[in-house]
């Protein structure tokens, strides 16, 4: 897990106008919201959640958000999503969510493959079938990705969600049954193969 630090204030008003206001003083709308609180419209600067964003390209990098308000609070949340523009792919919007840290909670983490599969030399074709993973764990036991060794795959072998192996305190979500890779015979091959078996049937 990650931990970055930005800034955002209160947001008094919301509507469209408000938003084009915001906007011309260099900020975007933000909203933050979380199990237990209620919504908070807030404004922050865009080129923080920019820098924040191309810092860390994972879904478990953590913030502490300051708030301004009448009264100063430091909360810690995850970009849950944003809007870009449709012409400029400028962010215009940005969601915070609100964590708990003594919560668990669950979330998407990428799995990183590393390793040549050993059937790739043989002519195999490595499918990634599964390139993220649901884990539900304490915000500060959230992996940023799962790394999944292919090394040693042949050609027919895969790798299934029960294969996996996590950190202590972290527990998959996903059905166990689902392959996350396999290593598939040449396409060729796998032709060949599929018309002897019908000739056979025949």
Do not use: C, W
Not at 117 to 146: F, M, Y
Not at 164 to 177: A, L, M, S
Not at 180 to 200: D, F, H, I, Y
Request: negative net charge; glycine residues 6%; proline residues 7%.
């Amino acid at each position: 897990m990650t931990e970055i630090a930005l800034k955002a204030q209160i947001r008094e008003k919301t509507g469209k106008e408000i938003a084009k206001k915001l906007r011309r003083q260099g900020l975007i709308p933000a909203i933050l919201y979380g199990p237990g609180i209620s919504p908070l419209p807030l404004a922050i600067n865009p080129a923080y959640v920019i820098k924040a964003l191309r810092a860390e390209q994972t879904a478990t990098s953590f913030f502490d958000l300051e708030i301004e308000g009448k009264e100063t609070k430091k909360v810690k949340v995850f970009i849950k999503d944003f809007d870009v523009h449709p012409v400029t792919d400028e962010i215009i919007h940005v969601d915070f969510y609100q964590v708990a840290m003594d919560k668990e909670i669950s979330m998407e983490v990428p799995i990183i493959l590393k390793g040549k599969p050993k059937g790739v030399e043989r002519g195999g074709i490595l499918e990634q079938n599964l390139r993220e993973i649901t884990v539900s764990a304490l915000p500060d036991k959230i992996p940023s990705h799962i790394e999944l060794d292919v090394s040693n795959l042949d050609i027919g072998d895969s790798i299934h969600v029960a294969d996996i192996q996590v950190p202590e305190g972290v527990k998959i979500e996903d059905d166990p049954q689902i392959p996350v890779v396999t290593l598939v015979a040449p396409e060729e091959e796998a032709t060949e193969e599929a018309e002897a078996e019908e000739g056979e049937e025949g």
